[in-house]
């Protein structure tokens, strides 16, 4: 069964980090784009990271870029996010996806596979 699991979510001060990590299984793990999306209380999803098959392009949304790191280890079929200088506005329920096309795309109306969701909480 083909699945994506995420983990690392949690309760962390403004300012502080967590790493989220998302496992794939049941699919050749390379051939696929992952991005990273999430959702607030009372908001549409929004896309927040995503990465190339090979890891050699990312793009990020303009409120994480420089605090949030979009990375992957094909030999584990995981995904991470690695965010830095937490702010309550980040809080939200973080999603990992795949994208079957070579292109890194930010639309979560593109992506076919999507995780449970882990919740990230930052207080202020």
């Known amino acids: 069964q083909v699945q994506l699991v995420e983990s690392g979510g949690g309760l962390v001060q403004a300012g502080g980090s967590l790493r989220l990590s998302c496992v794939a299984s049941?699919?050749?793990?390379?051939?696929?784009?992952m991005g990273w999306f999430r959702q607030a209380p009372g908001k549409e999803r929004e896309f927040v990271a995503a990465?190339?098959?090979?890891?050699?392009?990312?793009r990020y949304t303009e409120s994480v870029k420089g605090r949030f790191t979009i990375s992957r280890d094909n030999a584990k079929n995981t995904v991470f996010l690695q965010m830095n200088s937490l702010r309550p506005e980040d809080t939200a329920v973080y999603y990992c996806?795949?994208?079957?096309?070579?292109?890194?795309?930010?639309?979560?109306?593109?992506?076919?596979?999507w995780g449970q969701g882990t919740q990230v909480t930052v207080s202020s």
């Open positions: 996806a795949s994208d079957s096309s070579v292109l890194v795309r930010t639309a979560d109306d593109d992506y076919d596979l």
């Open positions: 049941g699919r050749s793990f390379n051939s696929y784009v």
């Open positions: 990465i190339s098959r090979t890891g050699s392009t990312t």
